[in-house]
């Protein structure tokens, strides 16, 4: 995450229904989704960006401009909305969605978490304290 990083929002997908697809399963599980967003919840955290999981449904149908609903099938790659002519790439109109539904999220929100309460192994955050140099005798 960078410092121009405001808000990080992903798709809060069921990951176990997803295994049950046999043509998805192996590619699911070989990825890791969970420890994956494991790790950006922890960074989010470490450097106070909010991460926001937003409902899947309908992301990919609706119309990122209109909202109006636009079926399509998986091997459908544009989305084209008969009512206003938006035309994009269907993962590009997806990810207009989800960031609309996290910012929706997140009217009135005024902070962040205070810091980062465990480490990368889970374990509760230690806190380093500074402490002063041994200082040298005169003489």
């Not at 420890?35 to 919840?41: A, G, T």
């Not at 269907?90 to 999220?105: E, P, S, T, V």
């Not at 480490?119 to 005798?137: E, F, I, L, M």
């Amino acid at each position: 995450m960078s410092r121009l990083t405001i808000l990080f929002a992903y798709e809060a997908l069921q990951i176990r229904h997803l295994v049950k697809n046999r043509y998805l399963a192996k590619s699911i599980a070989d990825a890791a989704w969970g420890r994956f967003l494991w790790w950006v919840r922890y960074y989010g955290t470490l450097h106070r960006v909010p991460v926001i999981g937003v409902e899947p449904a309908f992301t990919t149908q609706n119309c990122s401009r209109c909202g109006q609903r636009v079926k399509k099938t998986l091997s459908m790659r544009t989305h084209l909305c008969p009512g206003c002519g938006l035309l994009l790439d269907r993962d590009h109109n997806a990810a207009l969605n989800i960031l609309h539904k996290a910012l929706q999220g997140t009217v009135g929100q005024t902070g962040t978490d205070e810091g980062v309460s465990s480490n990368a192994s889970g374990q509760p955050a230690a806190t380093r304290r500074r402490t002063a140099a041994p200082r040298k005798q005169a003489g």
